[in-house]
């Protein structure tokens, strides 16, 4: 069965600073991944994905993700974070199917940002 | 355009009482999801839908039920409510075929305890 791993439940940042979130997933076939973002009190956002080709996605608001093989890892980087940043994220991979999209996730990092 | 719109936002049940998450959806989307996040957790499939008449378990159905007799709405019932299903529920919604681009569009969830 699928799953995903994301081993920092909380990271804090300084703003302006570089943030990286660490994703491992688990897959047997050639897997699709996403990472979302959900601020207090809404529902999740797409921020990536990764489906095939170049490994290094680009992202909305400034994020970017790096799919490795070899590691079995979708890292989500921001190089400057912005006090808007702070939010949950969440890195996911899909079963996708005959049956329809069906979304693991991982269980999520916190991220808060300091002035 | 609404896209994915849950009701109620906040709910308090009585253990043994049951209830009605209402989602519907304006976009047409043939696919639909009942996901819940825990703390710590991330989102858990509940139950899933690839059109109107079509459902299907997923990972945590237990306690649960759902119909789909439209293609907009896809309600999540809870029988006979217990303290393990307070939690926060998100529908989310994408479409099938080549308008498919992996994203999943969530509505703001609903926050129910179970007293």
């Known amino acids: 069965a699928q799953s995903v791993t994301q081993p920092d439940i909380h990271i804090t940042v300084s703003e302006g600073a570089s943030l990286e979130l660490r994703c491992n997933y688990s897959?047997?076939?050639?897997?699709?991944l996403f990472w979302y973002v959900q601020s207090p009190g809404q529902g999740l956002q797409l921020l990536l994905k990764?489906?095939?080709?170049?490994?290094l996605v680009q992202g909305i608001k400034g994020f970017e993700a790096e799919f490795k093989r070899s590691q079995s890892s979708f890292n989500l980087r921001k190089p400057s974070v912005h006090w808007s940043d702070a939010a949950e994220y969440f890195c996911?991979?899909?079963?996708?199917?005959?049956?329809?999209?069906?979304?693991?996730f991982g269980g999520g990092t916190r991220v808060l940002v300091k002035p | 355009n609404a896209g994915v719109t849950q009701t109620p936002k906040f709910r308090i049940l009585k253990i043994g009482q049951s209830m009605t998450l209402q989602c519907t959806q304006d976009?047409?989307?043939?696919?639909m999801y009942w996901y819940r996040q825990d703390p710590g957790m991330g989102l858990k499939l509940i139950y899933y839908?690839?059109?109107?008449?079509?459902?299907d378990k997923g990972e945590v159905p237990n306690g649960y039920n759902v119909s789909r007799s439209t293609t907009e709405d896809f309600p999540l019932r809870l029988e006979l409510a217990a303290p393990s299903q307070t939690s926060v529920y998100f529908c989310?919604?994408?479409?099938?075929?080549?308008?498919?681009?992996?994203?999943?569009?969530f509505g703001e969830g609903s926050r129910l305890t179970v007293l």
């Open positions: 989310a919604s994408t479409p099938q075929g080549e308008a498919n681009t992996g994203e999943l569009f």
């Open positions: 897959y047997g076939a050639t897997p699709y």
């Open positions: 976009m047409n989307h043939n696919y």
């Open positions: 990764y489906f095939s080709g170049d490994t």
């Open positions: 996911a991979v899909d079963s996708w199917g005959a049956a329809g999209n069906k979304l693991t």
């Open positions: 839908s690839v059109g109107a008449g079509i459902t």
